[in-house]
C-alpha cells in the first residue's frame, strides 16, 4: 500500500485535490458543504457520508503523500 503511495506522482494528486476534491465550485465546494453539515450534527444521510468520504480522498492521499515524503 505504501509502495502505491510512493509511487503516485505528487502534481497528479495536487491535480486530483484541486479539482476532484473540491467540485463543483459554485456555489461553494461540495466538501466545504458537507463539512458544514458534519460539524452541524446533520450529515445523517449514507449517500452525504459517502459523498464527503468520496470529496475528501484525494486530500487524504495528498496529505498522506505529503507526510510520506517528510518522513523518507
Request: hydrophobic share 65%.
Given at each position: 500500500m505504501l509502495n502505491l503511495?510512493?509511487?503516485?506522482?505528487?502534481?497528479?494528486?495536487?491535480?486530483a485535490a484541486l479539482t476532484l476534491?473540491?467540485?463543483p465550485f459554485?456555489?461553494?465546494p461540495h466538501i466545504w458543504e458537507?463539512?458544514?453539515?458534519?460539524?452541524?450534527g446533520t450529515l445523517a444521510k449514507p449517500i452525504d457520508?459517502?459523498?464527503?468520504?468520496?470529496h475528501a480522498a484525494p486530500f487524504i492521499l495528498l496529505g498522506a503523500k505529503l507526510v510520506r515524503m517528510a518522513l523518507k
Open positions: 503511495l510512493d509511487q503516485m506522482p505528487l502534481n497528479l494528486l495536487i491535480l476534491g473540491l467540485a459554485v456555489p461553494e458537507k463539512l458544514k453539515m458534519l460539524a452541524s457520508i459517502f459523498d464527503l468520504l468520496l
